[in-house]
């Protein structure tokens, strides 16, 4: 039974592209969460998505951030028109259902030159 | 805000001996988690323990809960190089919510 996979594991973007981070949950499982990790930092909620919806959104920025978790297919953390600041790991986790204890992917580096 | 912190930030030892790690909270919590994260890697999860527990054990750890306190230890017994890592606790956001939040965490380095 595979664990949550994610990627890229790193991935470089210049200011003002987009990136595109995918995450498969663990089979069985139908709850998506995205944070953000800065370096030396605690990991920071972002999002949390069950297939086709989004739950809660209270920890993503209200400008060119967006997630979905579509039917078919990994959820997808999309970041429109990237900044310097942008540059973090980001980590997505999964459950199947509403229990405490999430399991976490590798993360995807992302570094904005 | 965050929810728990960890303390010390940095702790160093040498294999064999005994970690200890706290971490203190400020609302009322129904469960507090301990993960652990290896350099370059994701958050592995190590322990839950519910407000109406005060100790639980899983092989070399050992956590306590004090909800009078607002805190919690992890305890790692006869340590070894390959627990260096990152130690977080994660507490329920808020009122009701599932979703854990995390410290900054505990750097811990053992060596051999």
């Known amino acids: 039974n595979a664990g949550v996979m994610q990627n890229p594991r790193h991935l470089v973007r210049r200011r003002g592209q987009e990136a595109r981070l995918r995450c498969s949950p663990m089979k069985g499982h139908s709850h998506v969460y995205w944070y953000r990790q800065l370096p030396e930092e605690g990991l920071k909620f972002m999002v949390y998505l069950q297939k086709e919806n989004i739950i809660d959104e209270s920890g993503m920025p209200k400008e060119r951030f967006s997630a979905e978790f579509p039917k078919e297919g990994p959820s997808i953390l999309r970041i429109q028109q990237v900044v310097r600041g942008d540059s973090a790991a980001y980590f997505c986790a999964s459950s199947p259902g509403t229990v405490e204890t999430q399991y976490f992917g590798p993360g995807t580096r992302l570094l904005v030159l | 805000s965050q929810q728990g912190e960890e303390d010390p930030q940095a702790l160093s030892i040498q294999e064999g001996e005994n970690a200890t790690m706290n971490c203190s909270y400020k609302?009322?919590?129904?469960?507090l988690q301990w993960y652990r994260q290896n350099s370059g890697r994701g958050l592995v999860h190590l322990i839950l323990?519910?407000?109406?527990?005060r100790e639980k054990h899983s092989g070399r750890l050992r956590v306590t809960l004090d909800t009078s306190k607002k805190s919690s230890s992890l305890l790692i017994t006869a340590s070894r190089a390959a627990d260096t890592a990152s130690y977080f606790c994660a507490t329920p956001a808020s009122g009701g919510s599932y979703i854990p939040t995390f410290g900054r965490g505990t750097s811990l380095i053992v060596h051999p």
């Open positions: 323990i519910r407000s109406n527990e």
């Open positions: 609302t009322s919590i129904n469960n």
